[in-house]
Each structure stands twice: as C-alpha cells, then as structure tokens.
C-alpha cells in the first residue's frame, strides 16, 4: 500500500467508528495504534479524509445517487465509500482506481464513482433553496433551513467556507514570550512558518503539518492552539487591569487563558464549568502557560451559589461562552453538524436564556457581562440578547468600537457596530458571536 492507501486504510477506519458507536472521529485517529510514531504529515492526511469524509457525508451520499445502498452496509465499509469518494472528488486519486482502493479498505462492490461527476449539476437543478442547500452543501435540514433564512443569498457561501479545512491557528503567549513577531522567530529556528492572522493581536497560522506540540516553542508554553475567533472573544472581554473575571462555562480553558494573558497574570479569574475533567485540563494548560491568577472550581448546573455568586457580585466581568450548537465551528469539528437536532436546538436556547438569568441580578453597577457562542444563528446569539435585555432591562449593551476602537471593530461587528459577529466565508475564522452588556449604573 503506498502512504495515501495506508492513510485512507485509517481514515475509513475512523470514520466506520464514528458511524457505528458516535465517538469524535478525532479522537478514535487519537488512540489509533496504527497511527502512533507516524510522520506528522501522515497523520495530518490521515485526518484530513476523516474531515472530509464526515463533513461532506451528506452531500457524497447524494452525489452518489441516495444513501440507500449506503445504509446497509456495515459502517466499516460505508467509512470507506465516503473516504474514497472523497479523493476522488480531491484529485488525489486517478478515477479508475477508485473502485480498487475501495476493495483494498473492506468496501463494496458496484459502487457508481462516476455519478459524483454529475453531482453539482443534479444539485443546482433542485429548486427549492433548503433542499439544494442541504444536499449541496452537506447540511442537516434543520441547519440549510436557518441559513436560507438568515444569510439570504450568502447561504451557499456560508455553507461552503463550513467545508473547508479549517487553518491552524495559535495565539502567542505574551507572558512566555514578548510579542508574536518573537514567536514567529522562536517557530521558524525549528522549521515551522507562521504567518500573522489578520483580526486578533496575537493570532498566528501556522503553514504545513509540522507537529506543532513537539516544538520547543510548546514545551515553554509560549503558545495555545486557539482559533482567531476565540481569541476575539476573548478580547471582547476587556478586562480592567488588576480587574476580577468569572469565568462562567470556562470549560478547557481556551479563553481563560487568553483573558490572564490580558490581564498580565494579574488580577483574578474564578474558572468554573460543570465538568471537573475540562477543569482539570485547564489548570494543567495554567501551569504550562505561566499563568497563576485562575481558580478553577467545579459547580453544579443551579442557580449561582456561595463563592461562585459572591465572585459574581464583585467581578468586572463575566463571560458566559455559553454551550451552544456549534454551527460556526463546524468546520474543525465536522461531526457536530450530524449531531444536533432541531429539538436539541430548543434546548440549548432554553439552556443559554438560563445562563444569563443566573449572573444578570448579581452584577454591580458598571460590570459587564459577555455574553458569547461559536453559533451562527440568531436564535442562539441576537436573539437570546435581545430577550436577555428585555428581562433584566438594568443591562445595556456596549458597543464593540467603545471596547476595540473604532479601527478594530468596524471589519468584525455586526451591520449595527454592536456585537462582535465572525462569519467563516468573511473573515476566514470559525463563525462566532459576542454581545457585551453592562449593568447600569443607575437603576
Ligand atoms: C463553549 S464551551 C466553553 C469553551 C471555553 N470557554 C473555551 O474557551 O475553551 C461551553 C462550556 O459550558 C459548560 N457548561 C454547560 N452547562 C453549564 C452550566 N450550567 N454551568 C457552567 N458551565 C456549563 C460546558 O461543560 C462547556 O465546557
């Protein structure tokens, strides 16, 4: 088998995995014995096609004339009709050994390749919006029906800057190393190029497939791997130095840490979620990045109690990253668009409407609350705001430009200049949303 073959041998593996038991296919490539002291850009093409295979699945199965033959199958071989599908669709296999390959991975027989070449066209054929979108752009019905409806004639670019790998993104650590000009120096001393991204100050991608956590540069703990989006997020929280955060559903830590790095390492920052291992991950990455200010506490899913409501009563800020669907970062976690309902959807509206209503009464005057989602819809960002702000009217919002300037807002909020709004197909970075209100000084 040449390496792409082995890649591919892997790749249907995880995908199989997926389809039979649910698990994150990037994790079951993770534990993956086969895989283990493989080059790291064999290991990157190996979860590039589980990528693919899993986010284009809806689309590929269309392509390929109806999921009912696919249906049937046992998902090892479904895995690996959808991961050759997907190379051939990517060039990276000539159109007569598709059907080999597929052989070579435990797939069937019979399967009609040639159809994908006739795909689009079938698919721009579709006359109703939601159905050409979904089938076109591989999403659930319950998602290409929200984007027809919010983006309007931007859906289809939406849906497809969802399809693309996403880039591999860092954010230096200023309080391990200076500037990220200096990390872009530290990174190239061991063959690894790094590019300044273009909307957050310390926001870097990273070229190639170099294993980024066997660098030096990882060990001293002078970067985090984070999206840009996230790292806007974070600097939407502003924090007045010296100043008290509580950091609401802190889960692994991502913003947490950005928001210690903004604050110099000073100040305070109370870390709670409700799952300890994500907490346990998060004081690790603390100790790795320097960082000394984060306390980091489990709490149950209930009102706001004890220490957690008496942090909450003093802080200048609290940040509720709320859960959410996940639409905007879809792209990195392909699979997460194959696992929510419309019903789950209820749910976590009704999850994030309750988030806010924990911490709304118990800011002083002049805190601020940032309220934020990696989502893309409005149900789960303008509107739970918009509902937020008609409950607990002693709120109002800030908006971006008060907090970033005019010059940094302008590109990155909403048509209003408000909310922080980040769309994928824009500006090249997971889609999030985050809306900043302040408790009134009076009232
Ligand atoms: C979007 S993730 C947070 C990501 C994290 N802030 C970061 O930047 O890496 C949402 C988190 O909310 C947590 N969560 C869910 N329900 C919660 C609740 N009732 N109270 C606190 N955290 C909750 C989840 O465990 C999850 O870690």
């Known amino acids: ?220 703990g002078e970067f985090e791997q984070q999206d840009e989006a996230s790292q806007l997020g974070a600097l939407a929280v502003a924090p007045p130095p010296g100043g008290a955060v ?43 990045a320097g960082v000394d200010t984060v306390r980091a506490l489990p709490i149950d899913d209930g009102p706001l109690a004890g220490e957690v409501a008496a942090f909450a009563r003093t802080a200048d800020r609290v940040l509720v990253d709320a859960p959410c669907s996940g639409t905007g970062s879809w792209r990195r976690r392909p699979e997460g668009r194959w696992a929510i309902t419309a019903a789950d959807l209820a749910e976590l509206t009704a999850v994030q409407d309750t988030l806010l209503d924990r911490v709304a009464p118990l800011l002083q005057p002049g805190a601020r609350l940032v309220y934020a989602t990696c989502s893309l819809l409005p149900e789960e960002n303008e509107q739970r705001v918009a509902a937020a702000l008609q409950r607990w009217p002693q709120l109002e919002p800030v908006r971006l430009a008060e907090i970033l300037g005019g010059a940094i807002a302008r590109p990155i909020a909403d048509a209003t200049g408000t909310y922080l709004s980040l769309r994928p197909d824009r500006h090249g970075c997971d889609g999030f949303f985050a809306a900043v209100l302040r408790r009134r000084r009076a009232g």
């Open 246 to 288: 509580l950091d609401l559903c802190a889960g692994t830590g991502g913003k947490t840490l950005a928001l210690a790095a903004a604050l110099q390492n000073r100040g305070r920052i109370l870390a709670v979620d409700v799952h300890e291992r994500r907490l346990a991950a998060l004081r690790e990455r603390c100790r790795r």
């Open 1 to 220: 088998m040449s390496d792409l073959e082995r890649a591919a041998d892997r790749a249907a593996a995880a995908v199989g995995g997926w389809l039979q038991h649910g698990r994150a296919p990037r994790d079951l490539l993770a534990h993956d014995a086969a895989l283990r002291g493989r080059p790291a850009a064999f290991r990157a093409a190996a979860a590039l096609l589980v990528r693919e295979a899993v986010a284009h699945r809806r689309r590929v199965e269309f392509a390929l004339g109806g999921s009912a033959g696919l249906a049937g199958l046992a998902p090892r071989a479904h895995g690996a009709v959808l991961v050759v599908a997907r190379l051939l669709e990517l060039r990276e296999l000539p159109v007569a050994a598709g059907s080999v390959l597929l052989r070579q991975l435990g797939g069937p027989d019979g399967v009609d390749f040639g159809s994908l070449a006739t795909a689009a066209d079938r698919t721009a054929a579709i006359a109703e919006p939601v159905q050409r979108l979904a089938l076109g752009r591989s999403l659930p019905d319950w998602a290409a029906q929200r984007f027809v409806a919010t983006f309007g004639a931007d859906a289809d670019a939406v849906a497809t800057a969802l399809l693309e790998p996403p880039p591999r993104t860092i954010r230096a650590n200023p309080l391990r190393i200076g500037d990220r000009d200096g990390l872009v120096r530290a990174l190239a001393a061991e063959a690894v190029a790094a590019t300044p991204a273009r909307w957050a100050p310390f926001a870097l991608h990273v070229a190639g497939h170099a294993d980024l956590f066997a660098t030096a540069s990882w060990a001293r």
